[in-house]
T-cell receptor, first 117, second 116 residues
Framework: DTGVSQDPRHKITKRGQNVTFRCDPISEHNRLYWYRQTLGQGPEFLTY????????KSRLLSDRFSAERPKGSFSTLEIQRTEQGDSAMYLCASSLGGQEPMNTEAFFGQGTRLTVV | AQKVTQAQTEISVVEKEDVTLDCVYETRDTTYYLFWYKQPPSGELVFLIRRNSFDEQNEISGRYSWNFQKSTSSFNFTITASQVVDSAVYFC?????????????FGTGTRLKVLA
């Protein structure tokens, strides 16, 4: 397994267009996360899946954002009607959830850099 | 509320100097995890270490060491004999274990520049 992979690596889109990003987590990992990172900031949490269930969404995630993880494997993040403020690096991470309560480290993909022009 | 503070925005050191990166966290949970990640210029976040709230033993891994002190809510990271390859942004992160909430909260990062 080569780790978390994200596609595409770069995306330039015009304001108002829809974009979709894909994340393939490490195969045995049941937890999947989406984060957003802007220049000079730490990653900001967007949403989290345990298997196929979306268990938490940040208030940062407006109605224009939607994420899915069908069958608990890969995940997609869609942004509708993109705005210039959506320009950022979108990071996907996965981790292996164990017996409660515990948490393991998350492994991150290389990210998708979105530029909205 | 959960919060991670990395007060040092940028640190510059000369190669072979020791450097400590500070991390202060806030949480109401008694069980939580702390992490350090490295983000080199290539951009990918690289996991360095995980500690749980019940294990306050310091840890050393090669030139890296971590000092966890619950009394001051700090989890500091020291690089001994720094090298140019250590130049990166370093992030401290916190994860609580309230069931159903396993997100990681990151600090704003400390940019480390190691000069040859």
């Amino acid at each position: 397994d080569t780790g978390v992979s994200q596609d595409p690596r770069h995306k330039i889109t015009k304001r108002g267009q829809n974009v979709t990003f894909r994340c393939d987590p490490i195969s045995e990992h049941n937890r999947l996360y989406w984060y957003r990172q802007t220049l000079g900031q730490g990653p900001e949490f967007l949403t989290y899946f345990q298997n196929e269930a979306q268990l938490e969404k940040s208030r940062l995630l407006s109605d224009r954002f939607s994420a899915e993880r069908p069958k608990g494997s890969f995940s997609t993040l869609e942004i509708q009607r993109t705005e210039q403020g959506d320009s950022a690096m979108y990071l996907c991470a996965s981790s292996l959830g164990g017996q409660e309560p515990m948490n393991t480290e998350a492994f991150f993909g290389q990210g998708t850099r979105l530029t909205v022009v | 509320a959960q919060k991670v503070t990395q007060a040092q925005t940028e640190i510059s050191v000369v190669e072979k100097e020791d450097v400590t990166l500070d991390c202060v966290y806030e949480t109401r949970d008694t069980t939580y995890y702390l992490f350090w990640y490295k983000q080199p210029p290539s951009g990918e976040l690289v996991f360095l270490i995980r500690r749980n709230s019940f294990d306050e033993q310091n840890e050393i891994s090669g030139r890296y060491s971590w000092n966890f002190q619950k009394s001051t809510s700090s989890f500091n990271f020291t690089i001994t004999a720094s090298q140019v390859v250590d130049s990166a942004v370093y992030f401290c992160a916190l994860s609580e274990v309230t069931p159903g909430t396993y997100k990681y909260i990151f600090g704003t990062g400390t940019r480390l520049k190691v000069l040859a």
